[in-house]
């Protein structure tokens, strides 16, 4: 079993690499990932959609379809809201970023369009004093397996 991380910042594959020197880590974009069509056996998405707004959900959830195998996983985690929350400040680094929150039914929705069947929805309250302010919401999915016309 061959694992390995995609950032789309050089930075975060960087610190990534430093802290799991035993995982391949690659630049890429999830919105084109370049990989092949079903060659993976699942996706673990931790708040990799909060860079997006809702309506570029589906070309990321249809790229995550098309790269992985029929009855491949997809764990999904995700800051649940409308909000769009700014950050001028990260770690005590300066930064200018936007985290977009999502209602988890209209998550749901966006996956089941791109041909992914949720099985498992549970969401929680955040620790306390360790993480933003948010409800979370994790989402296990599968992919369904398509049939030729």
């Known amino acids: ?29 999830i ?24 309506a570029e959900l589906e070309a990321v959830m249809r790229e995550w379809r098309r790269v992985l195998e029929p009855d491949g996983l997809l764990l999904l985690v995700f800051h649940i809201g409308e909000e769009t929350v700014h950050v001028d400040d990260l770690y005590g680094r300066p930064v ?12 749901e929705a966006i996956l089941r369009s791109a041909d ?10 955040p620790y306390e004093g360790a993480e933003y302010a948010s409800r979370r919401c994790y989402l296990l999915a599968t992919a369904g397996v398509t049939v030729a016309a």
């Open 1 to 29: 079993m061959q694992i390995f991380g995609i950032d789309l910042s050089s930075e975060m594959i960087r610190c990534a690499t430093g802290l799991n020197p035993g995982i391949e880590f690659r630049a890429g974009d």
């Open 31 to 54: 919105r084109a990932l370049d990989l092949p069509d079903a060659s993976l056996a699942g996706i673990v998405a931790f708040y990799s959609i909060v860079h997006f707004v809702p």
């Open 96 to 107: 200018c970023l936007d985290f977009h929150f999502h209602q988890p039914t209209e998550v």
């Open 116 to 125: 992914l069947i949720v099985t498992e929805s549970t969401q929680r309250a």
